[in-house]
């Protein structure tokens, strides 16, 4: 499986951004897919998850609330639509695909590049 991550950009503090991981691969429906982050000088940490098919998900604290993680499997891909956005959002995302809903980045075996997304005060 591959993933491309796309759709960040620079947006104002309260604004909101959509990010899609489209992926490759006829197997993807079977795997659940979760949104990582790493900020500069920081760890890579989990933000959202979604099972295989859609009916559980997961959301680290800072972003519920603020986050929804859906997917389309018919076009292999996962949206994160991310509103009242905050200057400490700001990061690299990044999407990964796995066996399970996790939140360890460990979990996850295939990861798609990132997208920047910074958000200004």
């Known amino acids: 499986v591959q993933l491309q991550a796309s759709g960040g950009g620079d947006v104002q503090a309260g604004g909101s951004l959509r990010l899609s991981c489209a992926a490759s691969?006829?197997?993807?429906?079977?795997?659940?897919v979760g949104w990582f982050r790493q900020a500069p000088g920081k760890e890579r940490e989990f933000v959202t998850g979604?099972?295989?098919?859609?009916?559980?998900?997961n959301y680290a604290d800072s972003v519920k609330g603020r986050f929804t993680i859906s997917r389309d499997n018919a076009r292999s891909t996962v949206y994160l639509q991310m509103n009242s956005l905050k200057p400490e959002d700001t990061a690299l995302y990044y999407c990964?695909?796995?066996?399970?809903?996790?939140?360890?980045?460990?979990?996850?075996?295939?990861w798609g590049q990132g997208t920047q997304v910074t958000v200004s005060s």
């Open positions: 990964a695909a796995g066996d399970v809903l996790a939140i360890r980045t460990y979990e996850y075996r295939y």
């Open positions: 691969g006829r197997s993807f429906s079977f795997y659940a």
């Open positions: 979604i099972s295989w098919s859609g009916g559980s998900t």
